[in-house]
């Protein structure tokens, strides 16, 4: 069965709290070479059969929140 | 600068109980096809400069917890 990998970033006009305190984390753990960190979503589903309509009404109704989140996805198995 | 992408995700043999509660609300919506769903994290890092040991070397040390989660990452830009 194929598995789709949806990826749920927020936008990039807001400001990622969580990310700016794992670059911060990350400053302090010496690697200063990161500028910024954003964090997102990474979502596996196993599902019968591909259909990219069908993916993007799950992600528009659940997975993701399109007021302040993307999202993309693609088969990758 | 390079951005690279972190994926961190659960190791398979553990279960995922957020991905199982996403899996149970989109066939509760009606997403029939879906069998299963896992759930993981997907960082992105703006580096002044692209060192896979680096990058390896971060996931160990903060992003991911290499006991009970994988990492994989790439250059995305």
Known sequence: MPIVRVAVTLKPSLLDSAGRTVAGS???????????????????????????????????KLLANPVIEDYSFEVVE
Chains 1, 2 share one sequence.
């Open 26 to 60: 990350l400053d302090k753990l010496g690697f200063h070479e990161v500028s910024s960190a954003r964090i997102g979503k990474l979502i596996h589903l196993e599902v019968d059969r591909f259909d990219p309509e069908r993916i993007k009404e799950m992600c528009e």
